[in-house]
């Protein structure tokens, strides 16, 4: 059984950078797609990006294009979010997931990825 364990999270100020990590245990397989999701109180649960783990087609929300980078660590089994720029709006739990189906495509969808971390709080003051 794959367990998924974020870790990374944290309280930083406005403007400033932090870096999750997602380390998957157990058995997995090249065609996993990684994702990363996120949600604040109040809210539902959104995309932020995902990593195609074979090939490492990237794919990320508006709202984070151009300041988050997902990458993927193959021989650790590791998949990273280096997020900079943080804003308030940020401020959220971040949650890795695995979609274990190959797809063609990446899927921003949470409701396809069946596997789930525990989350890690992000917290961006003001």
């Known amino acids: 059984q794959v367990q998924l364990v974020e870790s990374g999270g944290g309280l930083v100020q406005a403007g400033g950078s932090l870096r999750l990590s997602c380390a998957a245990s157990g058995r997995t397989s090249s065609s996993y797609t990684m994702g990363w999701f996120r949600q604040a109180p109040g809210k539902e649960r959104e995309f932020v990006s995902a990593?195609?783990?074979?090939?490492?087609?990237?794919y990320y929300a508006d709202s984070v294009k151009g300041r988050f980078t997902i990458s993927r660590d193959n021989a650790k089994n590791t998949v990273h979010l280096q997020m900079n720029s943080l804003k308030p709006e940020d401020t959220a739990v971040y949650y890795c997931?695995?979609?274990?189906?190959?797809?063609?495509?990446?899927?921003?969808?949470?409701?396809?990825?069946?596997?789930w971390g525990q989350g890690t709080q992000v917290t961006v003051s003001s």
């Open positions: 997931a695995a979609r274990t189906v190959y797809d063609l495509l990446v899927s921003t969808t949470a409701a396809r990825y069946d596997l």
């Open positions: 990593v195609k783990w074979s090939v490492g087609t990237t």
